[in-house]
């Protein structure tokens, strides 16, 4: 994609709460979201991904909704532990001649206070 | 599974010197990329390629990095002078295909440019 703008930057939880991290996508040709986290110091692991055929996904306690006609994306954690605690980077792909090519959002550090 | 390898971890190196870095994807993997991490930012595509071409290296500063994937598996790329504004994480991808699959990021190398 061009350009990903994800809010908010940092966010701080209870244990046990819910947290919503959203994303903006600027390029009407991306059809691939996906999440990645990344523990302080380590590689970013994919966490959950989702294509634009589909609405929402679900993978026990985190899902993704995406809403192509407004141009975003979001990943919901239910029930938040302490483990959860981390970076967490949306990006997407636009596909065609960029397919795998990859724009992250700026990341989103997420907090769980137990 | 081996997880994707990449070394140095950590390099220290003055303005206007030249520093390598070395990727071994996981086996079999087809797609490998190059990422750069500044910190506090998401991972910023630099070069892309499938087997041992580029497929993508829009946003390679050409002047100063290069990168290759000989025989289609280990990479490395090249920082030759490095400024101080490439103090970052240059963080090494791979996946099984060419396409929106999952990508699986080695542990990076940190490079602190005085």
């Known amino acids: 994609g061009e350009n990903v703008e994800q809010h908010p930057s940092t966010l701080s939880v209870q244990e046990g709460d819910s947290a919503v991290i959203k994303c903006t996508y600027s390029?009407?040709?991306?059809?691939?979201f996906p999440w990645y986290k990344q523990e302080l110091g380590k590689r970013p692991q994919l966490i959950i991904d989702?294509?634009?055929?589909?609405g929402e996904k679900k993978d026990q306690r985190i899902a993704v909704t995406l809403n192509k006609t407004a141009k975003h994306f979001s990943l919901h954690i239910t029930e938040t532990q302490p483990e959860d605690s981390a970076v967490y980077f949306c990006?997407?792909?636009?596909?065609?001649?960029?397919?795998?090519?990859?724009?992250f959002g700026q990341g989103t550090i997420l907090t769980v206070h137990p | 599974e081996a997880g994707v390898a990449q070394s140095p971890r950590y390099k220290i190196i003055e303005k206007r010197q030249s520093v390598a870095f070395w990727c071994n994807p996981i086996?079999?993997?087809?797609?490998l990329y190059w990422y750069q991490q500044i910190l506090g930012q998401g991972p910023k595509l630099l070069i892309q390629?499938?087997?041992?071409?580029?497929?993508?290296d829009s946003q390679l500063p050409k002047d100063r990095f290069s990168a290759e994937r000989l025989k289609g598996v280990d990479s490395t790329l090249k920082i030759q002078p490095a400024k101080l504004e490439d103090s970052a994480v240059y963080l090494c991808?791979?996946?099984?295909?060419?396409?929106?699959?999952?990508?699986?990021f080695g542990p990076g190398t940190r490079l602190l440019v005085l």
């Open positions: 989702i294509r634009s055929n589909v």
């Open positions: 390029d009407s040709a991306s059809n691939y």
């Open positions: 086996s079999g993997h087809a797609t």
């Open positions: 390629f499938q087997n041992n071409g580029v497929v993508d």
């Open positions: 991808a791979s996946s099984l295909g060419f396409g929106q699959e999952t990508q699986y």
């Open positions: 990006a997407d792909d636009a596909g065609g001649t960029s397919y795998g090519k990859l724009t």
